[in-house]
């Protein structure tokens, strides 16, 4: 079934809508929280409670060409959220590593917390990418938007590990400059 009629299903209230979503993205969106919680149980409830806000915010939110970056959006946020909860003490050693690389290039003395200032570098951010060749741009979403691996990355891409740890530091410090010339201050 297409994303389309799926969302149709969502707005008539349909429970078929649940059944769908989960057969089609059940699997992408688990291994998506898994490896940013590291616990299958825990990857679980929140895909859980990501088809629950699915089914809360479809109506309004109606994301017919979208549904699965929709879902995984969702399921990353509560993953996010919920490592951050149950590690407020000690970090997960992942996401202490992909928060250090991207430190790297991206400004820290930004005050993000302003709205308006995080849109304007989520739309750099995003012009950026979108500038990139799609292998580039695939790597490095795939490092740091779904949390794969090095070694999964240049297994997926059909590459060694240091091309991919490369190819990420290269794109890291295109990133960094290309935010500095617009004004941000790494």
């Known amino acids: 079934m297409d994303d389309a009629k799926v969302v149709e299903l969502f707005l008539e209230r349909d429970e078929a809508a649940l059944r769908a979503v989960s057969e089609s993205y059940g699997k992408k969106l688990l291994r998506l ?3 940013i919680l590291g616990d299958a149980q825990a990857a679980e409830e929140c895909v859980n409670d990501a088809y629950l806000r699915a089914w809360n915010s479809i109506p309004p939110n109606e ?3 979208y549904l699965f970056a929709y879902l995984a959006r969702l399921v990353r946020q509560l993953s996010i959220s919920r490592l951050r909860s149950d590690s407020a003490l000690k970090r997960s050693a992942a996401v ?3 928060t250090s690389e991207m430190e790297e290039c991206l400004p820290l003395g930004t005050d993000t917390a302003n709205e308006a200032e ?3 570098l989520m739309r ?3 012009a950026f990418l979108t500038a990139l060749p799609e292998e580039k741009r695939a790597v490095f979403l795939r490092r740091y ?3 794969d691996s090095v070694s999964d990355i240049a297994e997926r891409f059909g590459c060694r590990e240091s091309r991919v740890k490369t190819m990420l530091f290269r794109t890291r410090e295109k990133l960094r400059a290309y935010l500095e010339k617009e004004g941000y201050h790494v």
């Open 63 to 65: 994301p017919r060409q």
């Open 145 to 147: 938007w779904y949390f």
């Open 96 to 98: 202490t590593e992909l």
């Open 33 to 35: 929280a898994g490896r």
């Open 118 to 120: 995080a849109r304007e």
């Open 124 to 126: 750099l951010i995003n």
